[in-house]
């Protein structure tokens, strides 16, 4: 895919070492690209590597965790390269990245206005009251009522969905390029989530940002996205645009995760789930990553890891169907088993 | 709403205070040894302790007794010492400043070594560096403080005679007694400052700090630090009062005339006044410390109900 892409992930490795023997691959060759100005969606299971991933590129990993192997290239520089200052520049200034759990993400003993003008007086050089003034705009520019007064609140007087809106402007704080969103809505009540994630979407039509948007509800991709990632077991299965991943997707994980999704458009009788369990870190299998669990899976599925093919020119996919080499039934149309209305 | 709550808190302190009082004075009375007898000396006869005991009002009941010590108590006025004769206030006074002054600088010694070391410590987790620092620590907490003073007082005032052995006032008297009662001090916050910040370390807020591309110093000072500290508050407060009562070993070894000597000299001539009026300004000032704790807590994070 050639876009114009304002982060590239080609092969990035991140592992975290147990001890000699054990270690856990979170993240083993992944490749994904976030055109500029779009959004992109990673989609996939607890444990799949999302969040991993998003920590990678801010080099933002708790211990033991290491990037071992690959790139990542933000506006073409590889930021695995860069020295710890050069990341600390970059981090809340060109990249920010917003968290799931909006109630223990603000520190409890700084004032809500501290914690925002602490960014901006990182990496911008303004007076005092310059600054102030800019923490006010940005409150506002989020959508908290009275910002002169909740400057001198302290965390624990404001709501989950107003704290992830402090989060946003504190992200938002340096008009960053990239936005990334590690499930900024799972800890939040329905109504808020639809509103936080409105938000977001109105700031990057203003602010012409790119968004990297971690999420395991594919109702939030369909609405949020341009482009989705499907991550499985530390691997990108299937990536593509977000009007193809849903009316034709290709890897059978990926039409299993929107098989299992309730809808309101068809009658079901009951959903339906994919068979077993995300393979065990210590235990991965051989062959490609969802064998165990692929209805349609062969031999060569269980023998050999398929790599990510490029299909056409916005999808590629993890999967040996789509090979020369595949030995299974050839008429197997995976999108088939797909329970469209 | 801190006034009030500074306000209230105080008022607890009354009936706390005259519990003290109570079991104070039920001690000395049941403890074996009549203050008399002890006054009036060997050999003395039975007419002169009873006279004694006349005099010191030692023959009235016992609720009568605690009731005038209560009721003189509340109006400051603490009697007589029954063995020197002087105000027990006087008495007193001198003797308590110049523990207040030791457990003041100690508890600072070691708040000041407990939790740089207990930062650096944590900062290094599983460094040569944290294991050297948690190894002093925990020798620190075992050795007992008058071992300490004694092992300090061979070395320093014998040995190299840098600093005299015994005494108290002047700036070089007070620097071997301060180590020896700070260093257990010191070693049980390094502890307590290394255990809470690897808490706070792990925490969401600190993800973000760091996302916003602060230097790792202010991670640890600014973000860090502060939470970290409302455990080792607790500590401090109880370790200064531990001391206001507990120097007495380092007093008598450095030969400080410090409140805790008193005490224990005074009990062994049961000298009923000077002890009960020692005990409730030792208690009132351990209880105000706690006081000053709770407040601390508030000031250091806003969301601490003090209610």
């Known amino acids: 895919m050639d876009h114009d892409s304002i982060l590239k992930i080609n092969d990035l490795k991140t592992y975290f070492k147990i001890d000699d023997q054990k270690v856990v691959k979170a993240v083993d060759g992944v490749s994904f690209e976030v055109p500029k100005g779009k959004t992109l969606g990673i989609v996939g299971e607890s444990g799949s590597g999302k969040s991993i991933t998003a920590l990678s590129i801010l080099q933002l990993l708790d211990e033991p965790g290491e990037i071992v192997g690959g790139e990542i290239l933000f506006n073409g520089d590889n930021l695995i390269e860069k020295s710890i200052p050069e990341m600390r520049k970059i981090r809340g200034n060109q990249i920010s990245m917003i968290f799931q759990e909006p109630m223990t993400s603000l520190n409890p003993v700084h ?20 600054s102030k003034k800019k923490t006010i705009e940005l409150l506002e520019l989020v959508g908290i009522p009275s910002p002169e007064k909740r400057i001198k609140q302290y965390p624990f007087e404001l709501s989950g969905g107003m704290r992830q809106r402090v989060m946003i402007a504190i992200a938002l704080a340096s ?22 994630l409105e938000l977001i979407k109105d700031l990057q039509d203003q602010l012409g940002m790119s968004v990297m948007l971690i999420t395991h509800d594919l109702g939030v991709v369909a609405e949020t996205c341009d482009y989705v990632a499907v991550m499985y077991a530390g691997k990108v299965v299937e990536y593509s645009d ?27 009788e009951e959903l339906t789930p994919i068979d077993g369990m995300v393979p065990s870190p210590f235990e991965m299998p051989v062959g490609c990553r969802f064998a165990p669990r692929c209805p349609h899976a062969t031999d060569l599925c269980r023998e050999k890891l398929p790599s990510l093919w490029e299909l056409n020119k916005d999808q590629e996919v993890r999967c040996w169907i789509y090979t020369e080499e595949w030995d299974g039934d050839q008429e197997v149309k995976v999108s088939d088993s797909l329970n469209l209305a | 709403m801190m006034l009030k709550f500074i306000v209230r808190r105080l008022l607890q302190l009354v009936p706390v205070l005259i519990g003290v009082t109570f079991l104070v004075f039920i001690m000395l009375h049941i403890t074996p040894g009549d203050p008399a007898e002890v006054l009036a000396g060997e050999g003395a006869t039975v007419e002169t302790i009873e006279n004694i005991n006349e005099r010191l009002g030692l023959n009235e009941p016992l609720h009568q007794q605690y009731l005038s010590f209560l009721s003189n108590a509340v109006q400051f006025d603490f009697g007589t010492s029954w063995r020197t004769g002087r ?37 290094r987790r599983y460094s040569l560096t944290d294991v050297t620092i948690m190894l002093v620590a925990l020798f620190g907490l075992s050795m007992p403080n008058f071992w300490l003073g004694l092992m300090l007082m061979q070395w320093f005032a014998v040995k190299l005679d840098w600093l005299p ?32 910040m690897l808490e706070i370390i792990s925490q969401d807020y600190i993800r973000t700090a760091r996302a916003k591309g602060v230097t790792e110093k202010v991670v ?31 007093e008598t070894v450095f030969a400080i005339n410090g409140l805790g000597r008193l005490v224990v000299d005074r009990i062994a001539s049961r000298d009923f006044p ?4 020692s005990i409730l ?19 250091l994070n806003k969301r601490i109900d003090l209610d």
């Open chain 2, 281 to 299: 300004v030792i208690a009132s000032l351990f209880v105000f410390v706690n006081v000053l704790v709770d407040i601390s807590y508030r000031i």
């Open chain 2, 87 to 123: 105000e027990v206030s006087s008495e007193i006074a001198p003797r308590f400043f110049v523990t207040l002054e030791l457990a003041i600088y100690s508890t600072i010694l070691s708040v000041f070594l407990g939790v740089i070391a207990g930062v650096i410590s944590a900062v």
């Open chain 2, 220 to 250: 640890i000072y600014r973000h860090a630090l502060r939470n970290a500290m409302i455990p080792v508050v607790t500590v401090v407060g109880l370790q200064f009062g531990y001391l206001l009562g507990g120097a007495v070993l380092t």
């Open chain 1, 175 to 196: 008009n960053p390029e990239l936005l990334i969103a590690d499930e900024p809505t799972t800890a939040l009540d329905v109504t808020i989530q639809a509103q936080i």
């Open chain 1, 242 to 268: 977000v009007e193809t991943l849903f009316e034709d997707p290709k890897h059978p994980y990926t039409v299993g995760l929107l098989n299992s999704l309730p809808r309101h458009d068809i009658k079901q």
């Open chain 2, 165 to 196: 052995a015994t005494g108290w006032g002047s700036g070089s008297q007070v620097i071997l007694p301060v180590i020896a009662l700070g260093t257990a001090g010191a070693a049980i916050i390094a502890r307590m400052t290394r255990s809470s």
């Open chain 1, 111 to 130: 004032t809500i206005g501290n914690q925002i003008s602490e960014t901006i007086d990182i990496h911008q050089k303004l007076s005092r009251t310059e």
């Open chain 2, 274 to 277: 000077v002890i009960q009026a």
